[in-house]
């Protein structure tokens, strides 16, 4: 337990052999549970997960369709693979069984690191946040190890979530290591979430919907021998409907159905706006339309443009009391 409240952790693996079992000997004895899901490996990942749980003096293995844990360690094999997404929420339903307080994420390829999950479980504990995240991006020294491709990567999905999920302060959203609240995950509908890579992503979109806090947690980016398993090919145009789609939701039930906000209009018109100015810049390009013309199609873009960043703008104001940034 932690400061009186109950501490899960869910480890979601996948061809994680070599890896996987020094995250689970690194758990902090102050977690109450540890779910650890192999999402149908096909290395030794599920040999090295039950050799490291039975060291646990109060360690079970069950399957993902039976089984009851009774004590800190248990081990759950998917029969087919649901993906990351797929194999935290296993987690996750399990950790709502057992009536967790706080149930947090770290993934079993050893990149987090488990002594510091204190900072994750604290300010949920508190009563500061509903969910916390790691954040790669705060500072140079944090994202060192991180590759420029990867930074550009980053940099490019934060700005995207940002507008996508409404937390427009908060960084690194494909980052794994998370804890939340029980609330929270009685409030949400894991069914509905992402099964894959991306599930961070649509989770946030739909915390920010129904008004939970996040707060940003400073942790340093670390790279090893492990194998990413992000087929990029697929991932990206994935990712983009995903956000695209997550963020009209968003719209629709937190400003149309729970309230009502203008900044939905502003939305809507810059870029009905901005689809009819490029439209006419494109006539003017091809047809040479009137000097008038011209001057028509470049006031509607920069109108539009102004509709969109106020648009914004008022949605960074209305988040504003959903975010913060732990420090240490």
């Keep these: 337990m932690y400061s009186g409240q109950t501490v899960a952790v869910v ?7 070599g890896f996987v079992g020094d995250v689970l000997d690194s758990i902090p004895a102050f977690v109450d549970r540890v779910y650890v899901v192999d999402d149908c490996s096909t290395d030794g990942t599920w040999r090295e997960i039950r ?13 993902a369709d039976g089984g009851r844990s009774v004590d800190r360690i248990e081990a759950i094999r998917h029969e087919t693979n649901r993906g990351v997404g797929g194999a935290i929420k296993t987690g996750y339903r399990r950790a709502l069984q057992d ?4 149930t947090a994420v770290i993934a079993g390829d050893g990149q987090m690191d ?12 508190e009563g500061r946040a509903d969910y916390t995240k790691g954040d790669r991006l705060q500072s140079p020294e944090l994202r060192a190890g991180m590759s420029s491709w990867r930074s550009v990567g980053n940099y490019l999905l934060t700005f ?26 009685e409030r949400i509908d894991l069914d509905e979430l992402y099964d894959r ?34 087929n990029y090919a697929s991932f990206v145009p994935r990712l983009s409907t995903l ?14 159905l729970a309230d009502f ?68």
């Design 11 to 17: 480890v979601p693996a996948y061809n994680e052999e």
């Design 243 to 256: 956000l695209f789609v997550g963020f009209l939701w968003r719209l629709k039930v937190k400003y149309c």
């Design 114 to 125: 488990p002594s510091i999950l204190d900072r994750f479980v604290e300010p949920i504990v």
């Design 261 to 328: 906000h203008p900044l939905v209009f502003l939305y809507a018109l810059g870029v009905l706006g901005g689809a009819s100015g490029l439209a006419l810049v494109g006539l003017v390009v091809t047809q040479g339309a009137s000097l008038l013309a011209g001057s028509v199609s470049v006031f509607i873009l920069l109108f539009s443009c102004a509709l969109l960043v106020f648009a914004m703008i008022f949605d960074m104001q209305h988040n504003e009391h959903l975010e913060e940034t732990v420090s240490y």
């Design 160 to 185: 995207l979530t940002k507008l996508a999920s409404g937390y427009w302060r908060t960084n690194d959203p494909q980052n794994g290591y998370t804890a939340i609240s029980i609330d929270a995950l």
């Design 197 to 230: 890579y991306g599930f961070s992503n649509d989770l946030l979109i739909t915390l920010n919907a129904y008004g939970f806090r996040v707060a940003d947690v400073p942790m340093r980016a670390i790279y090893g021998d492990e194998q990413s398993h992000i």
């Design 51 to 63: 050799d490291h749980s039975e060291r646990d003096d109060r360690a079970v293995a069950a399957k």
């Design 99 to 102: 009536g967790m307080d706080v």
